[in-house]
């Protein structure tokens, strides 16, 4: 269970306001995508919700209890990958399993399985600077999953890879998440994404950084080609859309 | 009183001829076993940081030269024997300049502190000038040589043997004044010092002095096979040290307390024109060399 | 013209603090120097050879007062200044040309290596010889401390700088004087940093050494005529100027790094 | 399990090489060593104080068959190896509670860069009088050369490590301490090896100050008294052997770097 | 004019073939889009053009010359955007025109259009470390941009922003690229976007690299919605995607 209660971001030394006054609850074992125009405050929200940041309003609930700095309960995949360069692809995806204390061979089995399902299998021992960018995407997405967190904290997470791998990944994702029930934020820029994934659309809005609309996906589970081809499906994307883009639209 | 078990006894020293001769002499001959003392020697490079070494517990006995011969004398430590009367300084100057009164207005290097300040402080007395009449240019000893050598400087207070490796470049070089000049008002005695806490320990110091008048009266009669025994000890070269011995009069140990009082004395009147020493202390607060005997 | 509309920026009142009173930084550096003084005092007292802070501080009362501590100020910090900017000033130029051109790297680097290990009184008998015995080898002794620490650490900036940036200003049409100095300097001034702070440390712990040279006053040549006199509080004063001197000149630095290096996203 | 396919690797042959042929680097770093004791010869001939190469090479082939060299060497290297790994090993957890604990910072950094300008002849007598006069006070100065350099170095390794690295390891349940070994250090490593570079020198710019104490033995020493005589050859041999060991702790440096940073995306 | 000749690159040490056997030709004025998996060598392709790598066999042209290191005819924008981070979002704009050697004033008036294009008016003199992954994107596009070089070669340069900015930079692009014919090699991983820009989308395959076919897109400019909507688009898009996932279907 996620609460934001009036959270609101502020940044010195200019005063700039990242996020005005955000409150939503993400109930457990929701998938919840965000989505909004480029700068309105999803990175900040989500670095908000993984405790990277503190809020200089309101205040930030995981569990009941406020969020007071990271945990590995709450997996990270950064805009950026964050991929530490000095590490194989392997190390990198075994670095959060060495921090839980998983013996040696269980967290190579583990890493393995997760660099596999990436389709990373041949660039294990690979560093991260001979990758290319989708590449590198991949091994962060790894090395969130193989942790294995109860809240899952997505920035933009295939933005990279090609059309295919993204439809994989998804599918992937949306497998795991039915079977395990995760919280899931995700943070996308193509609306067919966060309708296709999402129980619920947060839909932002910028200057300040707040939330416009939520948008609820009363589409079953699993999603199927078919559905993504429904005149439900494509009514829901036109309405997360206009409501991303009526602000600007609108003077 | 220790018969059975031998004493310890921390002794410094500098790798030169003066600082060496008595302590290569007494270990080869045992001098030290014979008063039932064990040595450990310790090499430094000048006076002031045996000293340092001393007030610190580190060492009991120490070698000096004449120009640090103010420390004792200001109460830091005891002088317990004289070792060597020093005959190697030379005021010396670029050729053309023949006298010490030519000196003024002129760019003189000198090694603060060292029997070099000394030499040159006595030839200025002695040519009616100040130190203000010419230009004094600190530096220190080895520097004086490349800078001598290399036209830097017009003249120079220094010593036997660097002296020889300025003399190799700038032959014509001439010698304004040396310690024999000032033989009837002032001596430049090298000597053994003792910690304060080891100098009130009457009966070791007592063995001490008698390993090294021992020792004295060994290097008087066998100069060669001292000098030897310094160039193994130190690893230099025969030559060089028996080059550097004859720089300086070897005492034997029968100096007489009246002798010694007059050179320590001499030398603090020094001190005092100099402005190192605030005034001149009787030798016998701080030279105990026969009170020990 | 404009596509994309313009974001506009929304301020706010600053937002409640919710910092913990936290001991500022000047207080706790305070807190530091006064301990520090007094650890110096209680070693004073233990019967050691130092001498208790107050007599050093009439001693530098005294030394104020007749001049000499002013005069010596002067010339080592006139001294310091400009062997410490030649350093520097040639120490980013030649770093850089050694990380980028690597045949040049290959020519110097063993010398840098080599002469960073001689200690600078050893130069001392060559840089009279060849220099003479003025302010020139002086000067020269402490620019050397200064450019071979600089020099080590601006090579390693430059060896580190990301590719990327380069390659941008490249493909921008920079030649490479331009990336020198607007991409290679400004990415590697965190090393340039460390190595102007290091090099200043070393700066003036070579002041001794360079006013062994023939020096009329300084307060490293006042320290070493201290010193064969064994007047501690004189050493003590010569070490507390430099000290403090040192100290002031990093604070500068830092000060400029600060501005400097605002762009970086640190911690 | 696998959704996405994985890739199969292909390899080549080697691509015919199309590289200009360029002087290997260690040919560079050969010429430039034949031609700096080109400049030794020239220098010496021209009546300057300096030795000729061919008399400090028979004064080195005496010096090393009566053994003194090889037992100096020994001494000195045991006292730079002690202190300098004594200094660096310290630096490196020092200058990461700095740049970590901004408090630490405030109360230890002024010290630092105090000590920094402190020459090492001066600190002799005050190891003295701490330490003794056995190897306790020779590694210590060592020890402290090498630990200034070493611990700003680090210091400003640790203030420039990427946040977004720190905070990827924070959000994977790294706590402080596998945050230092597992983050900070890889990252601040070529910082870390500037320091350590710096440092390197320092330890052995300062052996002979170290030496100065009371050693038996030593390069330091042996340079030292042979001052005594103005013994240029055997001056000449001491520098040179110690530039040479200097050099070639530094070549180990550099390799261990360039396995320790190859991840870096650099030039 | 570009041309391309069995251009290889085969990266050290381990002999990875990134690009095996590339010949293409890129007509003056020409906008090529490139689609591929992740990891197909489009970036070391890119690069290649650019002047940034050098083919391990083979030879780049440009205007009948050999690539012989970059030049400011070739506009570059990195998949990794490559900001300095030490320069405002100006300043970085400004960079490539001061190498230009253009007065300050004239300068500052061209780094403003571009930015205003972008829509980071108000952030002009904000530092990167201050932007958000999609603004950052925008301003390494207006520095690109701003040298207004006769080609323009582009890494996933819209992947980070939302679809409205999205759309409304494609048409910036597009209308640009009719006005003052450049040459532009666009990379993209969104087929929609590669057949809505591209005179000829090149389609490539991975292990190794190189060209798995080439689209002609015959559609007219200028290209409007309705084109997107349009019967042929909807084939040419599906035949993009199909040239790009077919060779991952078959084993
Ligand atoms: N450290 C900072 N200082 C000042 N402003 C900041 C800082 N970090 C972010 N901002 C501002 O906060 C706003 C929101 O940034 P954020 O990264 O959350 O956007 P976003 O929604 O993730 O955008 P995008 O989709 O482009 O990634 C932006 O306008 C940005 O300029
Ligand atoms: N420096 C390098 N050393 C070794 N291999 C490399 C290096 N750079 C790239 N590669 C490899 O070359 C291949 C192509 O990389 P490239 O970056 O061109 O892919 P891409 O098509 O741009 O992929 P993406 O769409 O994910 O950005 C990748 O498999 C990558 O691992
Ligand atoms: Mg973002
Ligand atoms: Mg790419």
Same sequence: chains 1, 5.
């Avoid at chain 1, 001979?130 to 933009?156: C, F, H, N």
């Avoid at chain 2, 030269?65 to 060597?84: C, E, H, Y």
């Amino acid at each position: 269970m996620i609460t934001l209660e009036h959270v609101g971001k502020v940044y010195p030394p200019k005063d700039f306001v990242a996020l005005g006054d955000v409150s939503l609850r993400i109930g457990n074992n929701e998938f919840v995508t965000v989505v909004g125009p480029s700068g309105c405050g999803k990175t900040t929200l989500m670095n908000i919700l993984a405790g990277l940041e503190t809020p200089t309003s309101g205040r930030a609930l995981v569990g009941g209890r406020p969020v007071d700095g990271p945990g590995p309960d709450r997996g990270v995949i950064f805009q950026q990958y964050a991929l530490f360069p000095w590490l194989t692809v392997r190390k990198n995806v075994e670095f959060g399993l060495r921090e839980k204390g998983v013996p040696a061979a269980e967290r190579r089995r583990i890493a393995d399985h997760f660099i596999a399902l990436v389709g990373l299998t041949e660039f294990a021992d690979a560093l991260p600077k001979t990758l290319s960018g989708g590449m590198k995407q991949r091994v962060a997405i790894a090395r969130a999953y193989a942790v294995d967190p109860s809240i899952l904290l997505m920035d933009e997470p295939f933005g990279a890879v090609d059309a295919l791998t993204r439809v994989r990944l998804q599918e992937q994702l949306l497998a795991t998440w039915s079977r395990e029930k995760r919280t899931v934020v995700f943070i996308t820029h193509d609306v067919d994404e966060a309708v296709f994934l999402a129980n619920r659309v947060v839909v932002m809005a910028a200057r300040p950084g707040r939330i416009a609309e939520i948008v609820d996906v009363d589409l079953p589970y699993p999603r199927t080609e078919e559905i993504r081809l429904s005149p439900q499906f494509t009514a829901l994307r036109h309405r997360v859309w206009s409501a991303v883009h009526h602000q600007e639209l609108v003077p | 009183a220790g018969e059975k078990s031998s004493e310890k006894v921390t002794f410094g020293y500098i790798a030169d001829y003066n600082g060496t001769s008595l302590l290569a002499v007494a270990q080869d001959q045992k001098l030290w076993a014979k008063q039932g003392l064990e040595v450990s020697t310790k090499v430094f490079t000048n006076g002031p940081l045996q000293v340092t070494a001393m007030n610190a517990g580190d060492l009991d006995y120490g070698y000096i030269g004449p120009g640090a011969v103010w420390l004792p004398a200001s109460g830091k430590a005891k002088i317990v024997a004289l070792n060597s009367l020093g005959n190697a300084d030379r005021v010396i100057a670029r050729a053309g300049i023949t006298d010490l009164s030519q000196l003024k207005g002129k760019k003189v290097g000198v090694p603060e502190g060292t029997s070099g300040d000394m030499i040159l402080t006595l030839a200025l007395q002695k040519a009616g000038l100040k130190n203000s009449d010419i230009q004094r240019v600190p530096m220190d000893a080895a520097t004086i040589v490349s800078a001598f050598g290399a036209g830097q400087i017009d003249a120079a207070g220094i010593w036997y043997p660097l002296l020889n490796n300025i003399k190799a470049k700038k032959p014509d070089l001439v010698e304004l004044a040396k310690d024999a000049d000032f033989a009837d008002t002032m001596a430049f005695p090298t000597a053994f010092i003792g910690s304060n806490a080891a100098a009130g320990d009457a009966a070791r110091t007592g063995k001490v002095l008698a390993v090294l008048h021992e020792a004295m009266a060994y290097r008087a009669a066998h100069p060669d096979e001292t000098a030897q025994l310094v160039a193994a000890l130190n690893k230099q070269p025969v030559d060089a040290v028996k080059a550097d011995a004859a720089n300086s009069k070897m005492l034997d140990g029968s100096t007489d307390d009246a002798t010694a009082k007059k050179w320590l004395s001499g030398l603090g009147e020094y001190f005092v024109t100099a402005g190192k020493l605030p005034s001149n202390p009787d030798p016998a607060t701080y030279y105990v060399g026969t009170a020990a005997k | 013209m404009t596509l994309v509309r313009a974001d506009t920026r929304v301020t706010a009142p600053r937002a409640p603090g919710k910092r913990r009173p936290v001991v500022p930084k000047t207080v706790l550096t305070l807190i530091s120097i006064v301990a520090g003084v007094g650890v110096w005092w209680g070693l004073s007292l233990t019967g050691l050879d130092i001498p208790a802070p107050v007599v050093v501080l009439n001693r530098a009362i005294e030394l104020i007062e007749d001049g000499t501590l002013g005069a010596d100020i002067l010339a080592s910090l006139r001294r310091v200044l400009i062997g410490f900017g030649l350093g520097v000033g040639l120490a980013v130029p030649i770093g850089f040309l050694m990380g980028w051109y690597a045949p040049v790297r290959a020519l110097i680097e063993p010398w840098i290596q080599f002469f960073r290990t001689i200690p600078p009184l050893a130069l001392i008998p060559l840089a009279i010889v060849l220099m003479g015995i003025e302010e020139t080898p002086k000067i020269f002794v402490i620019f050397l401390a200064a450019f071979l620490s600089c020099v080590i650490a601006t090579l390693q900036g430059v060896l580190t700088v990301d590719r990327t940036l380069i390659n941008a200003a490249r493909v921008l049409g920079a030649r490479d004087h331009t990336i020198l100095a607007r991409v290679v300097i400004p990415a590697s001034s965190p090393f340039i940093l460390v190595g102007m702070r290091i090099g200043l440390g070393s700066s003036w712990a070579t002041l001794v050494a360079a006013e062994l040279i023939a020096a009329q006053q300084g307060l490293g040549y006042r320290m070493q005529s201290a010193q064969l006199y064994y007047d501690l509080p004189t050493i003590f004063v010569g070490l507390l100027t430099i000290g403090v001197l040192g100290l002031l000149m990093d604070r500068v630095l830092l000060l400029a790094e600060r501005r400097l290096t605002s762009w970086q996203e640190t911690r």
